[in-house]
């Protein structure tokens, strides 16, 4: 018969195995060919349709190319086993690799509102070009495009639990986010309201300028050991709890390592067990919840006896 306990565990333990290997190349292929595709195409349609929000939105487009190099560069250095000068590993590597692509993102949003916001000040309305069809149709492909891009990197960097190409989706999205602006814009332009066009440029700025700042702060979290939220930290104990030979959880510390948790945990068993067994209880604890909790890059164990 199954016992609560057996139940309860069990649940944490049908993990989908993937190859990260394959995922990795796959993400930064989409990714980067996509790019280079949708940045040729905009970049044509914003010369050829004079519509400034186009051309903004097309070197946009081409950063992306930039980060997803270095998002995959991240994560494969991040996935190098540890060795002698490194002996906590290199996850830490693709925290740097995400404050990279944040600082990418800030530099671009500034670039791409600044010629926007220039126009504005200018107050010479008149002299803009009016965008032509063409940029319209480049926007709403864009659109579409690129938040195909977010949903499939953002799908495949929750299964390998990926910050840097977590990062890199939320890229996809700002960019769709400035298709949007850039959409609003060039369609006020041709509708006799040339300035929108510009002022599409600096909605742009905006949309990127946030994701920066979210990306940057979320690494910065992870660079400096900050705990796991209550949620998972919940999971956790509940988990533990479970386990066999756990009469309570005395303590639980996590804290992030890059993109990995590190575990201090304290538990009190039966007093009268031998230290052999005992330790024979850490020891599954352990060996368990590095196997149903991927994410664990170790977990220290410490057992006190019952009175």
């Given amino acids: 018969m199954t016992t609560d306990k057996e139940k309860t565990a069990d649940t944490f333990s049908a993990k989908k195995v993937i190859n990260e290997n394959a995922v990795i ?59 002698q000068a490194h002996p906590y590993g290199h996850d830490r590597l693709e925290c740097v690799a995400a404050l990279i692509l944040g600082f990418i ?26 965008p032509g069809p063409i940029a319209l149709v480049a926007a ?24 840097a190409f977590m990062a890199d989706a939320w890229h996809h999205r700002s960019d769709a986010f400035s298709s949007v602006g850039s959409l609003i814009g060039i ?29 940057l702060i979320d690494a910065f979290k992870k660079m ?9 930290e919940e999971q956790l104990r509940e988990y533990i709890a479970a386990q066999r030979d756990v009469i309570e959880i005395d303590l639980l510390h996590t804290r992030m390592f890059g993109n990995k948790v590190y575990i201090d945990l304290e538990i009190t068993v039966d007093g009268s067990k031998s230290l052999r067994e005992a330790h024979s209880v850490a020891e599954e604890i352990h060996d368990n919840v590095e196997k149903d909790f991927p994410d664990t890059k170790h977990i220290m164990i410490h057992v006190n006896p019952t009175a």
């Fill in 140 to 163: 709403i492909l864009s659109i579409l495009g690129k938040e195909a891009m977010y949903w499939y990197t953002r799908y495949y960097a929750k299964l390998i639990n990926s910050a």
């Fill in 25 to 83: 190349r796959n993400l930064s292929l989409v990714s980067i060919v996509g790019n280079i595709i949708l940045s040729g195409f905009k970049l044509f349609a914003g010369i050829f349709g004079h519509s400034g929000a186009m051309i903004s939105d097309a070197i946009h487009s081409l950063s992306d190319v930039i980060t997803t190099f270095i998002a995959f560069l991240g994560v494969k250095i991040a996935k190098k086993p540890a060795d």
């Fill in 224 to 232: 400096l050991d900050t705990s796991c939220d209550a949620e998972y």
């Fill in 105 to 130: 993102l800030l530099i671009t949003g500034l670039g791409v509102g600044k010629t926007g916001l220039e126009n504005i000040l200018a107050g010479n309305y008149d002299a803009l070009a009016v």
């Fill in 187 to 215: 369609g006020g332009a041709m509708l006799g309201f040339p300035v929108l066009d510009s002022a599409a440029s600096v909605v742009i700025c905006l949309f990127i300028l946030k994701v920066s700042i979210d990306i």
